[in-house]
């Protein structure tokens, strides 16, 4: 099976900075693939926090995680400080993708990249719904 390769956008709409934790870290001594998906999660509650969203609220919507996928690039280690960039882009009638990069901010390494296939969700209806049009209109490009 080929392996995955994941094209970032060229403009991130959102940068902040995590530092890696000890429950992080898995036996081999380094970041866990599953950790990765913790800290992307962080990041994108941060990003929705900073346009008034959240999860449960994006213009009247909330969000449900669709699929994601992970790419490693090198290793990351306790206490390092990542800065994890964020994109939204490949809009869809009721989804879109969150893009993130996560780079070491004292050596510039990138660590990894991910994307989680957003999709939006009425969650007293219990069924999809489209995207909301202020949301597309921010930052679609």
């Given at each position: ?86 994109a939204v882009g490949e809009f869809r009638n ?48």
């Open positions: 099976m080929a392996r995955i390769k994941l094209e970032l956008p060229e403009h991130f709409h959102f940068s902040t900075e995590l530092t890696i934790r000890i429950s992080d870290i898995n036996y081999g001594g380094h970041l866990g693939n599953d950790a990765v998906l913790s800290l992307v999660h962080e990041a994108r509650v941060r990003f929705l926090k900073q346009y008034g969203y959240s999860e449960l609220n994006i213009e009247g919507t909330g969000i449900i995680m669709g699929d994601a996928a992970v790419v490693y690039k090198s290793e990351g280690y306790h206490g390092e400080t990542l800065i994890v960039d964020v009721a989804g879109c993708d969150f893009f993130y990069r996560l780079t070491n901010k004292e050596t510039g390494n990138e660590i990894a990249r991910a994307k989680t296939g957003i999709v939006f969700y009425d969650y007293g209806l219990k069924k999809t719904a489209g995207v909301p049009a202020k949301f597309r209109e921010k930052f679609a490009a």
